[in-house]
């Protein structure tokens, strides 16, 4: 179990990509295979970042700047209805903006030989 630490020092690298999972195995199947799919996408401005083939999932980033970002780094938004949920919530799980002041480092609990983990 991981646990999330640290806090956002407003780099901004979170507010410049949009991100999105397609279903591998179908995506794969309809390209033929993953460079056909970079080609395919990186015309049109989609990187494909990573994949996990446990979960079946292929991972894309749009490099579009959201217009609620200001030149000094800082949602205009923030503390207002306006913002979106999920900005709210960023990161929940590790991401791979290495600018990032958050990590995720194992649960105390869960470390074994540390008092209170599970065996
Ligand atoms: S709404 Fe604010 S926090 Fe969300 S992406 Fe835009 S600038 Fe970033
Ligand atoms: S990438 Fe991390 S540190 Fe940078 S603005 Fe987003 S949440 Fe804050």
Known sequence: MLTRQGECHQCGECCRTVNITAVRDATLEQH???KE???YLGYRGIRVVGEDKEKNQLHYAIDIPCNKLGEDNRCQVHDTPEKP?????YPWEPDDIEQCGFRFL???????GVSGGKP
Do not use: D, K, V
């Not at 949920?85 to 919530?89: E, S």
């Open 32 to 34: 033929g295979n993953r």
């Open 37 to 39: 799919l970079e080609l």
């Open 85 to 89: 949920l999920i900005c709210y919530r």
């Open 106 to 112: 194992p649960t105390a609990g869960f470390l074994p």
